[in-house]
């Protein structure tokens, strides 16, 4: 459906073309008429669904942009999350002048305050820090008509709720309530009730989630030999802009020093990192200055960031709805997405349990040779002196290329440039990456009342257990500790394979 069909007006349509959106995603086709008629909605969206413009574009068609008040708030979990928001609402509203503000932990409050003093339409901050402004009076909520909870599960899991109860305390009953998640467990259903009147629920499938925009491999190779057959495929496939995910911080650290170390242009975030280093970093991403960004889940949580080629699974994720969230950053707007997961042999029954929940086979991908990586660089290489050719005032240099051809054979020159201009294998460059500890090992599924768990029921979950529970070297005599580390890979493994009853 286009967007001039959804009721939008001009000056809305007009930031949406220069976007370059044509087509709205599901989310939006779904939401924004529900949106535009008043009525509470909770929607089902991934990452990379559309759906900040889903309420995005509704709030900015509501909002009076010549009221100097807040109208509007957006609660986000995550300082990244709450500043594309921001980002994204101020250039879909820009025609319309909208005033949109970000307030977040970690940046000077005392700057948040005098901006503050001339009200923005549009507020979106993180719950404590919205808190924090709530308790010094330094937001006036009195205004507020509609109120968004982005990524709801991300906060319930984050322990938001009696912030989140705090701030709606301060805004009008009579108000316009939408709230999105990634997933819909009771909880959130709950706080439908508990915020919302009568709301509209919106569901966005699985099979619309992994898109058939993006192609998706697996290759199955030691932990070891995963990062040169990365490199490898990184030189045969010679992406435009990439994330790699990597399963904690000290592989993000590692990962992304090792690339640096065999010429790639590349820099990771996570969360140790100050929140300035992280904001430069996502910033020459979004501008292409950067190639390879590297992250853990928590770290790219949120992240809206167009024109991602490939996305790279360095570690496969315990949780099938990860691959979902990190795939969903690439194939977006129409356009071609390539996912790659390295899976180790032990792990391959979780790439089976991401199979069943996306309802698509990854294909097998064979890991290049050196030939083949090689062949690759010469052909990114070439591409770049055809550009380079192009926009080069050749006649300016023509005296010195002249006095290099006599002294050189032309065929020594451009080798040196071809040479200059791609990067030594892989194993020349040694790089060090600390194996991780592999995921606990699954054995077969069966499926049963629409969930995954191991087969042979409940014997062989306890036998299971057991065997965590040596790993982690509890003494079955200890039987207090034995039953915390039930507890714990109950709760780790709660989602994805293994369901029991309390």
Sequence with gaps: MKFDELGLTK????????????????????????????????GQAQTGTGKTAAFGLPLLQHVDP???????????????????????????????????????????????????????????????????????????????????LDEADEM???????????????IPHERQTLLF??????????????FMTEPEIVKIKAKELTTDLVDQYFVKAR???????????LDVQTPELTIVFGRTKRRVDELSKGLEARGYNAAGIHGDLSQQRRMNILKRFKEGKLDILVATDVAARGLDISGVTHVYNY?????????????????????????VTFVTPNEMDYLRVIERLTKKRMEPLRPPTEQ???????????????????????????????????????????AALLNNMTKDDASQVPVKITPERPLPRRKKYSKGNGKYKRNGGRRNVKNNYREYGKQKNYRDGKKKRRVETRERVSKKDRGFTIRTKD
């Design 372 to 414: 083949e990586a090689f062949v690759g660089q010469i052909s990114s290489a070439l591409d770049e002196i055809k550009e380079l050719v192009a926009k080069t005032e050749t006649e300016k240099y023509a005296t010195q290329a002249k006095e290099l051809l006599a002294q050189y054979d032309d065929v020594d020159l451009v």
């Design 315 to 339: 570690d496969i994720p315990q949780d099938p709805e990860s691959y979902v969230h990190r795939i969903g950053r690439t194939g977006r707007a129409g356009r071609h997405g390539v996912s």
């Design 223 to 233: 932990d070891y030999e995963k990062f040169d057959i990365m490199t490898r495929i």
């Design 181 to 194: 998640s990634a997933t819909m467990p009771k909880e959130i259903l709950r706080i439908g009730e508990k």
């Design 11 to 42: 000056d809305l349509l007009t930031a949406i073309k220069r976007s370059g959106f044509e087509e709205a995603t599901p989310i939006q086709e779904a939401t924004i008429p529900l949106v535009l008629s008043h009525k509470d909605v909770i």
């Design 156 to 170: 319930l899991d984050m322990g938001f709720l009696d912030d989140i109860e705090k701030i709606v305390a301060q």
């Design 66 to 148: 010549k009221e100097r008040a807040i109208q509007a708030i957006v609660i986000s979990p995550t300082r990244e999350l709450a500043i594309q928001t921001q980002e994204e609402l101020y250039r879909l509203g820009k025609d319309k002048r909208a005033k949109v503000q970000v307030v977040y932990g970690g940046a000077d409050i005392r700057r948040q305050i005098k901006l503050l003093k001339n009200p923005p339409q549009i507020l979106v901050g993180t719950p404590g820090r919205l808190l924090d402004h709530i308790e010094r009076k330094t937001v006036d909520l009195s205004h507020v008509k509609m109120l968004v």
